[in-house]
């Protein structure tokens, strides 16, 4: 698989839009939290995706990088994640400090048929964001991150030195759609599920 099929998973929407340089990026709203490097490892207990199944190997490789950045707005609450120079809309929760973001592009799939017509995927990604000393309180480990709650620690804030998010860790879900034209092949959906892991590398500004 090459790069930009495994890319494929969160920069389809990027590329169809948008075509910007990473210097030149605006974030939207007035809180940057930082820029996150992500590994996302297949979970295969969730996937329903078949890795041999043609079309739908690229949904569920073993593994995969990627990184982004979320930003928020203070007054209005809204949040954002923007990968690649396009920002795609969030949410933001609290006190679960977790980050939501869902985004759908149009998907071609040969095996589907040419007559195919309205097939997309969907990705969601969801993540909670921690704490430098969150992070520290589990060993700088999501896989460490308890069941019944946060660790303990001081919640993600800016400070001096940039904003105190350090670790987030969550899921990728990447869901296909068939296409609802009588034509189409492809009648079911499938989902392919990810243990993402991310690490914030540096600060980033307006």
Known sequence: MSVSQRRFLLSLPVL???A??????????DVVIGLFNFHAQADWARTNCNPDGGDFSRLSD???DFAGTFSRDSVDGGAWFTVDGYSRAATYETPAQRYVS???APAQVASCGEDCKG?????????VVLSDSQDRAMGSRCVNLPDGGLPDGSVPAPTANGYDAQRACGTLTV??????SENCKCKTSCTAVYGVEGERRFNVGQ
């Open 119 to 127: 097939s997309q995927i969907e990705e969601k990604l969801s993540v």
């Open 20 to 29: 910007a340089c990473v210097s030149e990026t605006v974030y939207p709203g």
């Open 175 to 180: 869901t296909f759609l068939p296409g609802t």
């Open 62 to 64: 073993g593994g995969f």
């Open 102 to 104: 869902t985004e759908k």
């Open 16 to 18: 169809l839009l948008v």
